[in-house]
T-cell receptor, first 116, second 114 residues
Framework: AQSVAQPEDQVNVAEGNPLTVKCTYS??????LFWYVQYPNRGLQFLLK??????LVKGSYGFEAEFNKSQTSFHLKKPSALVSDSALYFC??????????????FGAGTQVVVTP | KAGVTQTPRYLIKTRGQQVTLSCSPI?????VSWYQQTPGQGLQFLFE???????NKGNFPGRFSGRQFSNSRSEMNVSTLELGDSALYLC?????????????FGPGTRLTVL
């Protein structure tokens, strides 16, 4: 079975400060990991993914994430947060060893609030 | 390319009624997945369709059903609506069935059951 956890319901950060959103996962094989962002009354927008290779993945809007196999984590980071980054962030996992091609397992989401 | 479109964007129904939601994937995308999003349960997978066949199904009762047409457009149907079915229903598409492909999400249909 695959699962993903986002331990923080909300992250508060001042504009210009570094932003980190945490994600840990559990899969039986090597994971495929994704980050999405959701703005109010909108669908999810893809930010980045880790499939294989370099543990540091760069994505859209200045976001990056680091895959850590030993800690089973995939934390999302941004060096300098903007007020416009305030949104709901979801981590998602797929276990490629199972027939889950069309199915993401999402975390509960982390609300990011960036204050001016 | 146009993104994933979902219609209608908002729906209000009463208990016991049924509802059909529509999703048009990105042109060329053949895999369509549906998710239910609620404040309490978060994002939950409903089902996935590829080549007009249901390939995966989540843990939802049989009142939730779907189908995919030859042009990859998909519909989902919920019969005998319950108050707990109030949610944002999201459709997502991918070019093909591949674990490393990201899914592209539509804006969702907000269903309110009274």
């Amino acid at each position: 079975a695959q699962s993903v956890a986002q331990p923080e319901d909300q992250v508060n950060v001042a504009e210009g400060n570094p932003l980190t959103v945490k994600c840990t996962y559990s899969v039986s094989g090597n994971p495929y990991l994704f980050w999405y962002v959701q703005y109010p009354n909108r669908g999810l927008q893809f930010l980045l993914k880790y499939i294989t290779g370099d543990n540091l993945v760069k994505g859209s809007y200045g976001f990056e994430a680091e895959f850590n196999k030993s800690q089973t984590s995939f934390h999302l980071k941004k060096p300098s947060a903007l007020v416009s980054d305030s949104a709901l962030y979801f981590c998602a996992v797929r276990d490629p060893s199972t027939d889950s091609w069309g199915k993401f397992q999402f975390g509960a989401g982390t609300q990011v609030v960036v204050t001016p | 390319k146009a993104g994933v479109t979902q219609t209608p964007r908002y729906l209000i129904k009463t208990r016991g009624q049924q509802v059909t939601l529509s999703c048009s994937p990105i042109s060329g995308h053949r895999s369509v997945s549906w998710y239910q999003q609620t404040p309490g349960q978060g994002l939950q997978f409903l089902f996935e369709y590829f080549s007009e066949t249901q390939r995966n199904k989540g843990n939802f009762p049989g009142r939730f059903s779907g189908r995919q047409f030859s042009n990859s457009r998909s519909e989902m149907n919920v019969s005998t609506l319950e108050l707990g079915d109030s949610a944002l229903y999201l459709c997502a598409s991918s070019p093909k069935r591949s674990s490393y492909n990201e899914q592209f999400f539509g804006p969702g249909t907000r269903l309110t059951v009274l």
